[in-house]
């Protein structure tokens, strides 16, 4: 076994290892399978999502649940959005990249006291979210190196 195939299943055994395989399906159409069988389809045209788009939407998503996930066990909202945003531009070197990233958070709960409970817990998850829970948004804000292989 070469010493790249010993990495790799290095790499497979750490209990953080996760990975999406991703298919072309046409002409700018592809899926994205996880290890579980769950899909997504994405690309480019009509009822598809850019990877970009769905870039935002797993920052905003992973932000979003680290807030449900204590909020509704408080109360359910009765409004839960997340607008994911950002600038597509070019870096110094020419390269394409997203800048200024940002998520809206609009989270409404029944009035009374569970509900206002659940409401003041908003802004401290956000942060946490931010500065600790996200590893989506965490991973995009801090430098973390991406590597391509070539498989024979």
Do not use: W
């Not at 159409?29 to 788009?53: C, H, I, K």
């Not at 939407?57 to 909202?77: H, K, L, N, Y």
């Amino acid at each position: 076994m070469s010493e790249n195939m010993d990495d790799q299943s290095a790499r497979q055994q750490d209990p953080g290892y996760r990975s999406v395989e991703v298919q072309r399906l046409g002409t700018t159409r592809y899926r994205a399978t996880n290890a579980t069988g769950d899909a997504v389809e994405f690309g480019q045209g009509a009822g598809l999502m850019s990877p970009v788009e769905l870039l935002l939407a797993a920052i905003g998503g992973c932000s979003a649940i680290d807030v449900d996930v204590v909020t509704s066990r408080r109360s359910e909202p009765e409004e839960f959005r997340v607008v994911a945003s950002g600038i597509k531009d070019k870096d110094e070197s020419g390269g394409s990249r997203m800048r200024d990233i940002e998520l809206s958070f609009s989270v409404k709960f029944p009035e009374g006291e569970v509900g206002d409970k659940a409401a003041s817990m908003v802004p401290r998850l956000v942060e946490l979210a931010r500065t600790k829970d996200c590893t989506v948004s965490r991973t995009v804000e801090h430098e973390t190196d991406v590597s391509m292989r070539i498989e024979d």
